[in-house]
């Protein structure tokens, strides 16, 4: 297994993610850490700063579980849709402002769905606002030893102020382990099932490489494809944190490379743990949308192995240099560094069959699928009202037409007699 994950990874050696014509080479951070104790078995710009996308939404849920540790709220606790919160864009639920759910049923519609409007709902209702719930996260992100975040939304849209990095979420990963253990199944559900819609999660990796458990993907254009990941082997858990990928299928790819990696290595007395990684030098997070998201495709979306990708045959030249491969050092084990071209024409086994989990809006199931017999109700009256109304108005415009012909007719006899 050794060789063969060696063999596949020293072929691939490069800085990953050499932006075109940038002053200076910017690496795609990667990082894998042995959870029980700490230690770094790899590491590629860890520290520097990276736009989390939706992996901001493990924060939103330490954030959670902590103020239900704590006891101010239970996991019971309703919170309701505000305008605001039916307003973000997708990824989404739709829900209607005024739609109460649970904050259990929350957290797994974002951890699963990575619904922005639910994410917005927590932050409101447990933080009293946005601000407030920022405010909180950063509190609590200091407190736990992250060092390089800036938190200032629940959900990780864009917002050019809101920087972490993979080291940052190695150390989340742990306290979301260490401080909740009762909460693991939360972070590898393999689908919800609302109604009678079942959403995947958008973790490729689940019930496709063996041993995965968790635990977020995130995806904007600026930030490229990131994932925060777990995977169980004989007992031993590793955390891998990949960022900055051109989709979500080569994302996936690599996290499994790495997996493979780590579980290959010893944890030993001389490896650097997370809290002895020097700080970077870089000052801001590049912007990967030039490269990521290019105009002249369609638009990558973060829905796992079936996920659009910027990159393959074709690829554009900036495109190719942000990936590209550059000649190996032999002294530094820069593997992790898997370039396009490498990944192109790869997959990972097919998903095991999903079982989803069944989530509701209200305080309990009967309220919930009440609620929906009720909208669905609501939306067809509103279809039929519709059709109500645009049979009555292509009558009136018949009548009038009719009207006018008849007047027209009236007139050309007046004028002939």
Known sequence: MVNRVWGRLIGSLTALGLMAGAASAVTAPILVVDAESGKVLYSQGATDPWYPASITKLMTTYVALDMVRQGKVSLDTLLTVSPAAAAEPPSKMG????????????????????????????????????????????????????????????????????????????????????DFPNQQNLFSISAIQFGKSVMANHNGLLGRYPGADGMKTGFICSGGFNVVATATRGGRRIITVVMGQPSARERDIKAADLFDYGFGQSAGWTAPTLESLPPSNVAAPPDLR??????????????????????????????????????????NLAFAALSSANVRGRTLPPRAPLQPIPVWIGSSPTEGAMALAREEQEAQASKQAARQAALEAAQRKRAEAKATKDAAREAAKQAAS
Request: overall charge neutral.
């Open 290 to 331: 030039p490269y990521i998201c290019d105009k002249r495709k369609p638009m990558p979306v973060d829905e796992g192995p079936g996920a659009l990708t910027a990159s393959g045959p074709g690829a554009s030249s900036a495109t190719t240099q942000l990936l590209g491969s550059a000649t190996p050092d032999a002294t």
């Open 95 to 178: 829900f209607k402002p005024g739609t109460q759910i649970t904050l259990d049923n929350a957290l797994k519609i974002i951890m699963v769905k990575s619904a922005n409007d639910v994410s917005w709902a927590i932050g409101e209702g447990l933080g009293g606002s946005v601000e407030g719930f920022a405010d909180m996260m950063n509190e609590t992100a200091h407190r736990i030893g992250m060092r390089e975040s800036r938190w200032y939304n629940p959900n990780g849209l864009p917002e050019p102020r809101q920087w972490t990095s993979a080291r940052d979420m190695a150390v989340l990963a742990r306290a979301l382990m260490r």
